[in-house]
RNA sequence: GGACAGGUGGCCGAGCGGUUAAUGGUAACGGGCUGUAAACCCGUCGAGCGCAAGCUCUUCGUAGGUUCGAAUCCUACCCUGUCCA
């Protein structure tokens, strides 16, 4: 395959790569590399910390895909070695590092998840992990390497120095962070870096590195913004509990979509979607909001299934009907009192949950409400119970 | 190494010998309103037993101790921050 005929002119290129972005260090240096004429290695690090990729980790892949489009070749690099230090960008407190195995076990299902949208084509996607070299620095390197930058410098990132004033610690560990980011720069011979806002230091980090290291022209700096959670206040993240998971199934995708604040459903059209904003909110919100539900769950698993989310939202919700697929539970007895039963079914954690919930009413068998609390539920026959507005199972023997 | 300050429920943060399963905020959950929106309003929010009033167990960095009784006092240890070297 020939990598490096496709190139689009220079000025549509730029113009798809900005697209989005929050900052762009420098344009110059990329027009320079852009006029080369020869596919750019794009860098894009993640620490696999945990397996599951979520919408806000969409931003930057979808950026990546446009430089593969572009004719672009991307560094796809995993961080196993790093994800074992724990990087604190953007956040107040110290990550807890992982164990290799934790490690590698979310490098592989992570990976599959990024195939969804990356182009496989090995002449526009390079895996590499991080541990092939820095596993292998000795005392004397990592000294070499700590040496090139100061501690007054690392304090000027943002989180760090913030950290420094509250008071709350910051292990020396973390000063190795953006040092080691960097240098996986100098020995991928990074040409563009992309990442999120808040990775803005680390990536600078390695632009001086890369031209401390001797490389001729160091790499360019592209940062995209955070994407805002569900609660529309803090970034998407799964230890903030406000995500939507790429591998989630197709009605919670479209249901998550749903409750949010229309306010924000327009960050994530801008964010995620080619759809002009102003267009979108010429309709009627919540004809909006199903129709990014659509696009979403159509983009992680193909049109058919949207529309089917679609339809199942509303069934539901519109015409409160019962959803499609409902997981069975079997219960080995012929009789149970509602509180056993919907603990043993796991739809609540103890029995004094269990009791809240029915006082509350939000319990319900076949639609009715259960008001008594020692409700005996005949298990010969299958029911159907629903706790609160989202959970449901079928209950047999 | 020295001098201080601090470690409380998912998070923040009061309490500083009994009235404390521990004020308040926030998150979460249930209900109402709605577009399963958001905002807002009401309620719940360690666990087990009991129809209930209530009873019991576990929880305030860790381990001991004092006391009729401790998150609160003492001792040791661990962790964090500030200042000095």
Redesign the pocket.
């Known amino acids: 395959m020939v990598i490096s005929c496709h190139m689009q002119d220079l000025s549509t290129q730029l113009k798809l790569i900005k697209k989005g972005a929050v900052e762009l260090i420098s344009e110059d240096e990329l027009v320079k590399k852009l006029q080369e004429n020869r596919p750019l290695r794009v860098k894009f690090g993640v620490d696999p910390t945990t397996a599951d990729i979520h919408l806000g980790h969409t931003v930057a892949l979808t950026k990546l895909r446009q430089f593969q489009e572009l004719g672009h070749k991307v560094v796809f690099l995993i961080g196993d070695f790093t994800a074992q230090i724990g990087d604190p960008s953007g956040r107040s407190e110290t990550r807890k590092p992982l164990t290799a195995e934790e490690v590698s076990r979310n490098a592989e299902t992570y990976l599959q998840q990024v195939f969804k949208i990356l182009d496989k084509d090995p002449a526009r996607l390079e895996v590499v992990y991080n541990s092939h070299w820095l596993g292998k620095m000795g005392v004397k390197e990592i000294i070499g390497l700590a040496s090139h930058y100061t501690v007054a410098r690392m304090l000027e990132r943002d989180d760090f120095q913030k950290r ?1 004033k509250e ?4 292990s020396i560990l973390e000063f190795l962070y953006p040092l080691m980011q960097g240098f996986d720069s100098v020995q991928i011979d990074a040409d563009v870096e992309i990442g999120g806002n808040d990775q803005k230091f680390n990536l600078l980090v390695g632009r001086e590195l890369m031209r401390d290291y001797g490389k001729k022209s160091a790499q360019v700096v592209l940062t995209m913004p955070l994407l805002e959670g569900l ?2 206040v803090r970034k998407m993240s799964k230890s903030y ?2 995500y939507i998971g790429i591998t989630e199934p197709p009605k919670e995708i ?3 979509i ?6 924000l ?1 327009y960050r994530y059209y801008e964010l995620l979607t080619n759809e002009e904003v102003a267009e979108i909110k010429k309709q009627h ?2 004809e909006a ?1 199903k129709k990014l539900g659509e696009i979403l769950v159509e983009r992680f698993y193909d049109e058919a299934t949207a529309k089917s989310a679609r339809a199942e ?1 509303e069934n539901v ?2 015409a409160n009907q019962l959803p499609q697929d409902i997981e069975t539970i079997y219960i080995g007895k012929d009789t149970s009192n509602i509180i056993d039963l919907i603990i043993e079914a796991k739809l609540v ?5 269990a009791k ?2 029915i006082e ?3 319990v319900k068998i076949d639609s009715e409400k259960v008001t008594d609390e020692k409700f005996l539920v005949d298990l010969n026959k299958e029911h159907i119970i629903q ?5 449901f199972a079928k209950i047999k023997k």
């Open positions: 420094y008071g709350t610690p910051i609660d529309g509990n406000n479209f249901g998550k749903m409750s949010v604040s229309d306010e459903m919100p919540m909001k939202f919700f519109k954690e103890s029995k004094r949950e809240r919930m509350q009413g939000g706790i609160g507005k989202r959970k």
